[in-house]
């Protein structure tokens, strides 16, 4: 009986060996590493101790604090960009009424999704080329004769990385709205129109409010996320000119891959790990958001 | 009338919106068919003919990445899926001591952010003589994206009766049996979604790759991040890699829609 029970216990364990192989291998055993190797100084194959040097570099090197603060930039942009714009999308294609022209827009605002991402990026690479980029050539033929390498200079670099996918509808947040709104009870919103609340009314008192848990998800998501997002940054500018567009992770990326300081990376990391953990924390405890 | 005029106001807004959301899809299309002297003489011109020589000579320049992304995709996808609903299948129809904690030690893993593995996974695969491969890709990949299966197969084989399971255990049937002829036919669809996400994850990925893999190996996003490096000097034929390059993640699209949306929007993929 008991031999028989465990028998059939030895079988789930076996059929979860896969899963848990794979995660222990290139999930876990690399946190294991990445926490140990950020107190030491490691090319891969020896490492050294070195305590808090890494993190003390981190925090005191020049670059840390342009890179701060070009991410508070790159946040609170990521930010207004997944709320404001998707929600005007989403809220103009009901406006416009009509089933088929709601199909005909929103169909035309999410087809970029389906190039890969890199594509899109390099895609804006070209707009803002020097030579033969869109903007340039618009700026040309409008009459201006100032050109921009809009990456290359120190004052342009960070606004057009922010710019870059404007006006910003194309995405999840677009579809995450557009289906709430959607689900809106028609007849509620029918009832406070027969009783006189106007368009502007309805939207603040009516769809801002109900809209608040879709918010909430598409903001912690959109600040997670940016932390994350140097990828874009990478194949841009590279982090500059200089360090101009520079963030934590970027700065992480050249440190590792760049100058292969594996352990000062992977310190970086564990900071950045740190900040995420504490707002995935706090959105557990406090938003309760379901994601 | 107050409500048509604003009606009017909006739709207009909207076009203008929409419009330059095509913009730079539009750039692609129309550039892909022009020659670089056409660009550089004048940038604004419609191109004298169609110049699908671009795509040939761009066919020629990004094959190969293509074969690429699309051998390390399909692998990836199958490994996925796989192991992915066996663990599933297990959790939601076996009981066994441990279980939750099992559970929550493989979901936690969402918490750990690509960001802080990259360095030490790097190492690990540099330790297995996996770098210059594709197994150190896929590997790795598959880690993190059978998550999702797990997850999504989990719900989906609770909800199936338990009687269709012990009619099968009573004809003999061994708990192997049980997952791949009983539960797996019965959740395509969740496989489909499942492969989908997946495979627009690995296949748009480019950061892995390119710290991974040799040029002489690249996958289509390497190649496209080289062209544009290089290739100042042919936009035209750019363009045209891009075009091709988007095929396989346009077609996975518009194959499985329904599938891809409810997949992005029940839980972000791990890659």
């Known amino acids: ?291 | 009338m107050t409500g048509s005029l604003t009606k009017w106001t909006g739709g207009v807004l909207l076009t203008i919106l929409l419009i330059l959301t095509l913009v730079p899809f539009v750039l692609l299309i129309f550039f892909s068919f022009k020659t670089q002297l056409e660009v550089l003489i004048d940038f604004w011109g419609m191109p004298d003919k169609l110049h699908f020589e671009n795509y040939s000579a761009a066919w020629k320049a990004v094959r190969s990445s293509i074969g690429n992304s699309l051998y390390v995709c399909v692998i990836t996808v199958a490994g996925a899926v796989l192991i992915g609903s066996l663990s599933g299948y297990v959790f939601a129809r076996h009981k066994f001591p441990l279980k939750s904690p099992l559970y929550m030690l493989l979901i936690g893993v969402m918490m750990i952010p690509s960001l802080l593995t990259v360095v030490p996974l790097y190492a690990i695969i540099t330790n297995l003589h996996m770098t210059h491969s594709f197994w150190g890709l896929i590997l790795p990949y598959i880690s993190g994206t059978q998550l999702l299966g797990i997850m999504l197969c989990r719900t989906l084989f609770e909800s199936l009766p338990e009687e269709l399971f012990e009619a099968a255990r009573i004809d003999g049937g061994s708990e192997f049996y049980l997952y791949s002829r009983i539960a797996l036919p019965l959740c395509v669809p969740i496989l489909v979604t499942i492969g989908i996400v997946t495979f627009l994850a690995v296949y748009s990925d480019y950061l892995w790759p390119f710290i991974v893999l040799d040029q002489s190996q690249q996958t289509f996003t390497m190649a496209a991040v080289g062209l544009n490096k290089s290739g100042r000097s042919d936009i035209g034929l750019s363009f045209a890699a891009y075009i091709i390059g988007s095929v396989p993640t346009v077609l996975v699209i518009l194959f499985g829609m329904k599938y891809y949306i409810e997949g992005m929007v029940s839980g972000a993929v791990k890659s």
């Open chain 1, 1 to 291: 009986m008991n031999l028989a029970k465990w028998r059939r216990y030895g079988i789930s364990y076996l059929f979860l060996i896969p899963s848990f192989l794979f995660i222990a291998t290139f999930l876990y055993y690399p946190v294991l590493l990445a926490f140990f190797h950020s107190f030491t100084k490691w090319n891969l194959v020896t490492s050294e101790w070195v305590g808090l040097d890494n993190f003390k570099k981190f925090f005191n090197e020049g670059t840390f604090a342009t890179g701060a603060k070009n991410q508070l930039i790159y946040t609170l942009t990521d930010v207004v960009k997944a709320i404001v714009f998707p929600l005007i999308g989403a809220e103009l294609v009901y406006l416009v009424g009509g089933n088929k022209i709601k199909y005909l827009f929103r169909t035309g605002f999410i087809l970029p999704m389906l190039l890969p991402g890199v594509v899109s990026i390099l895609l804006w690479q070209n707009i803002y080329d020097p030579t033969n980029g869109l903007l340039n050539q618009l700026l040309h033929a409008m009459g201006f004769t100032s050109t921009h390498a809009w990456l290359g200079e120190e004052k342009t670099a960070i606004w057009s990385i922010v710019m870059m996918g404007l006006p910003f509808i194309s995405g999840l947040p677009f579809l995450i709205f557009y289906a709430a709104i959607g689900n809106m009870n028609q007849e509620q919103l029918e009832a406070a129109r027969i009783d006189g609340a106007n368009g502007w009314n309805v939207f603040t008192k009516m769809h801002l409010p109900f809209l608040m848990p879709q918010f909430k998800i598409v903001i912690i998501l959109t600040i997670l996320g940016s932390l994350q997002d140097y990828v874009k940054i990478m194949i841009l500018t590279g982090g500059g000119p200089g360090v101009a567009t520079t963030n934590p992770a970027m700065i992480m990326y050249n440190a590792a891959f760049g100058s292969s300081q594996y352990g000062y990376g992977s310190a970086i990391g564990v900071a950045l790990f740190l900040v995420i953990l504490v707002l995935t924390i706090f959105n557990l405890k406090f938003l309760k958001t379901d994601y």
